[in-house]
């Protein structure tokens, strides 16, 4: 499909583990962003990539968040050393360009940190 | 700062009958777009119309419009002739000039239930 997709869907993890999301941006967006969807809650704000530049990262609750998005498409979040406080849904969206255009997002990976 | 607020956790429209779903916001940003999106029980977040802060008339998709009240800066979503397919989660965002027009600040949401 043309559409945003991530990986895994489902991400079981120990407290402490590391993980690692993916997101497959659509095929020649600039712009990615990473937001975190709390139960009930809306979409917040994690972190922003304009091709394989990081210019917006005030939104990664801690140190232990890290993303890359290396090659300018595909982008990895990882978190390391998981709280129970991590579980969460975790939306990859991409737009064409920089500016102000749709946002298409991926149908999210759900986290559960036991 | 931004701010989205949706004041209804839940509505309930019967099937074929018209809803209106609140939001209001508050920004400092003389130029910004507001976003409405529906998010099914599947997860992902779908577009359903754009209002920009300059637009002088309401935006239009179809069965949704969105009703702009700029001085009350409100911008709630109608959705008309109201269907089962339209229970679910519905979010309004906006995006500012002051964060470079990138990230999207959503409310809490307003789940939908469609009755026939």
């Known amino acids: 499909g043309a559409g945003v997709s991530q990986s895994p869907r489902y991400k079981v993890a120990k407290r402490g583990q590391d993980v690692a999301l993916r997101c497959d941006p659509i095929s020649g967006h600039v712009s990615l962003f990473w937001y975190q969807q709390a139960l009930g809650q809306g979409p917040e704000f994690l972190t922003y990539?304009?091709?394989?530049?990081?210019?917006?990262k005030s939104g990664l609750p801690s140190d232990r968040f890290f993303a890359e998005r290396p090659e300018g498409s595909v982008s990895t979040l990882k978190i390391q050393r998981t709280q129970q406080e991590d579980s969460a849904v975790y939306l990859c969206?991409?737009?064409?360009?920089?500016?102000?255009?749709?946002?298409?997002f991926g149908p999210g990976t759900r986290l559960t940190v036991l | 700062a931004q701010k989205i607020t949706q004041t209804q956790p839940g509505m309930f429209v019967q099937e074929k009958e018209a809803v209106t779903l609140d939001c209001t916001y508050d920004?400092?940003?003389?130029?910004?777009?507001l976003f409405w999106y529906k998010q099914p029980s599947s997860g992902e977040m779908i577009f359903l119309i754009y209002q920009g802060s300059y637009d002088e008339q309401n935006a239009t998709e179809g069965r949704y419009s969105l009703n702009f009240q700029k001085a009350r800066k409100s911008a709630n979503l109608v959705i008309s002739a109201s269907q089962l397919g339209d229970s679910a989660m519905y979010f309004c965002a906006m995006r500012g000039m002051n964060t470079g027009f990138q990230k999207l600040v959503f409310g809490t949401g307003t789940r939908l239930l469609v009755s026939p």
């Open positions: 920004t400092s940003d003389q130029s910004y777009g």
């Open positions: 990539f304009q091709n394989e530049a990081q210019l917006d």
């Open positions: 969206a991409s737009s064409l360009t920089s500016r102000v255009d749709e946002q298409f």
